[in-house]
C-alpha cells in the first residue's frame, strides 16, 4: 500500500474513531444536548447489558486509537494528519 492510500485509510479510521468516541461519551456523559441521558439507557438495560455495552465502547475507542496511532507514526512526517 502506497503512502496515498494510507492517507486515505488512516482519514477514514479517524471517522470511525469519532464515531466510537461519540458512541463512548453518549454511554458515560450526562450531555445536555442529547434527549437521552447514559442514565436512562441504563435503567432500560439489564445492568450486565449496560455494563457490557460501556466496556465495549471503551474498548471499541481505544481499538480506534491505537489503530490511527500506529498508522500515523508510520506515514512520513509531512503526510500525517493531526
Given amino acids: 500500500m502506497d503512502a ?3 492517507q486515505k485509510v488512516l482519514e477514514r479510521l479517524y471517522e470511525l474513531e469519532g464515531w466510537a468516541q461519540y458512541v463512548l461519551e453518549a ?3 450526562d450531555q445536555s444536548a442529547e434527549t437521552v441521558t447514559p442514565e436512562m439507557v441504563k435503567h432500560a438495560l439489564e445492568p450486565h447489558t449496560f455494563r457490557e455495552l460501556r466496556e465495549q465502547s471503551w474498548s ?12 500515523e507514526l508510520s506515514l512520513p512526517t509531512k503526510e500525517a494528519v493531526s
Fill in 4 to 6: 496515498g492510500d494510507r
Fill in 27 to 29: 454511554l458515560h456523559v
Fill in 60 to 71: 471499541l475507542w481505544k481499538l480506534f486509537h491505537r489503530i490511527t496511532t500506529e498508522i
